[in-house]
């Protein structure tokens, strides 16, 4: 199994960039589908961005699509979200999972096995 564990997150004004990172620990990190989820207050979690396991098929809500950027280094155990053009909608608390059962890239929430504690990501107006 893997556990990750996320990292970037901070305050950013409109129209800024940052940087998730993931690392995540176990040796088999890439037989494993990832995916970006996040959760704003009073909001269920929304799917963000998701990426298979090797070829890197990558996949995206509407809602970022041309903004941000999934990518993996499997060689480093770490999956990135590359968020520029952000909005203060895209403030939320962002998780990292990992997708043990398909190849990827999946939005649903359900095919997720583990999970970080987040991170958080407040874009000021």
């Known amino acids: 199994q893997v556990q990750p564990v996320e990292s970037g997150g901070g305050l950013v004004q409109a129209g800024g960039s940052l940087r998730l990172s993931c690392a995540a620990s176990?040796?088999?990190?890439?037989?494993?589908?990832m995916g970006w989820f996040r959760q704003a207050p009073g909001k269920e979690r929304e799917f963000v961005a998701a990426i298979s396991r090797r070829i890197y098929l990558t996949k995206y809500a509407d809602s970022v699509k041309g903004r941000f950027t999934i990518s993996r280094d499997n060689a480093k155990n770490t999956v990135f979200l590359q968020m520029n053009s952000l909005k203060p909608e895209d403030t939320a608390l962002y998780y990292c999972?990992?997708?043990?059962?398909?190849?990827?890239?999946?939005?649903?929430?359900?095919?997720?096995?583990?999970w970080g504690q987040g991170t958080q990501v407040t874009v000021s107006s």
């Open positions: 999972a990992a997708d043990s059962s398909s190849y990827g890239p999946s939005s649903k929430i359900e095919e997720y096995d583990y």
């Open positions: 176990g040796h088999t990190f890439s037989g494993y589908a």
